[in-house]
């Protein structure tokens, strides 16, 4: 067989795995709550890789050692400031989200659970957030799908289109049928993949360069022979520190504050058994964020190495770790090195589908009083990932800059938007309805207005400001609306208590 056909074959034996596992959950998905939310039952290992996994996307295994590649250590502020904004998500949320959402009239949604945690029967909040989440994440989804045509694109020859389709078809299958189980148990799958392909390819590089020591050897010689070449674009890819000014690395770190109002994220903390398996959840899921960033970093440096002393230069420093798959492998393994970098994007988008799904059905329609039976709602459901999917293949059939450049918009919308309201719910007894919706008004205008003006946002990422512009327009609002309302107050109290309560008990 050609290289090319041992690839397919791994890319092949993937997909019939995720619509296997698909299938699989299919058969346990009987009413909304199973749809939506795997009716509260995902163990903290799941828990914490279906997390891992539908946060990371190909961003990990591309961005990451492109930018490390290209850049140096420097780069990896974004990654430090992720891998930190996550265990702070996993420490002080996911807990309280956990018990919260079950005791405020079972939330299954991030905009429900405002809602009847600010007893607001306007429906106003809920809506708006609904919303926001609709239309941020059809263009995220689109943005993945067009990563995945690309792929193919680049990978394998094919046209793009037909890359496209074929990524958008094999998980809008696993992800239609198995709704929330399918797209979680999907993931761990993919975040195993992911992590043996980024803990394998760096290993291997480094012994193929001559060790540890040659590689930062080769990688100090690359750096001289740039900056004899171009003195003004000096490069000293080893330092934390040098071409970066202190507002680039606050900005760059400042993607962990992303982490507290993605709904994609977050929503698997409402998922778990108990708020005791937060502990566990969290020690797995660092420890799997931890090592496979390690990795990447470490595969941006080994690939430098390795092509400095072969005398190869890569066009794109984005594709060091694919090329680094096709020259240290056998084509089958290749392939499934292949195949971890479309877990990654595939992860991500099945993720992203289930809570547009959710937000359509659940924060939209059932916000209006709209009643139906259990299995007519998961008909809805499965609806409401269709029509998402088919909106995003729609503007995927024409890929350009702005639907991939809103990605990082996105997450700055969502963190500066939902984040703060987030922290306030669950650490603050006097947040209102009306300080939880001019909070995220606040918060996206401030994301919008910053992130499309060049010299803010140059100086600094979106988020910082949009994120302080909620924390501190929700704080104040609510304290002049302020009101004193039992049943918060005692579900607060429930909360507090169940979300500590040890697992033994």
Known sequence: MSDNTFQVVAIGLYFAGMLAIGFYAYRRTSDLDDYMLGGRRLPPVVAALSAGASDMSGWLLLGVPGAIYASGLIESWIVIGLVVGAWLNWKFVAPRLRAYTEIANNSITVPSFFENRLQ?????????????????????VSSGMVAGGVFFESSFGSSYLAGMLLVAGVTLCYTLFGGFLGASLTDVVQAALMFAALMIIPVVTIIASGGPGEVVSLVHAADAAHNAADPADELHRTSLFFGGSFLAIVSAAAWGLGYFGQPHIIVRFMAMRSSADAKAGRRIGISWMVLTSAGAITTGFAGLAYFYREGVTLDNPETVFLQLAQVMFHPFVAGVVLAAVLAAIMSTISSQLIVCSSALVEDIYRAFGRQASPAR?????????????????????????????????????????FGPLIILSLFWRRLTSAGAI???VAGAVVVGVWGQTDALADAMYEIVPGFIACLVVAVVVSLLTTREDDDIQREFSEMTEKAHTPASS
């Open 377 to 417: 709602l998961v008909m809805y459901g499965r609806l409401g990932v269709l029509t998402v999917a088919v909106v995003a293949i729609l503007l995927a059939l024409n890929p350009d800059g702005t639907i991939l450049d809103l990605v990082g918009f996105a997450w700055a919308g969502f963190g500066a938007a």
């Open 438 to 440: 001019a909070g995220m």
């Open 120 to 140: 607001d029967s306007s429906h106003v909040l809920r809506i708006a957030a609904g919303t926001i989440i609709l239309v941020f994440f059809t263009f995220y």
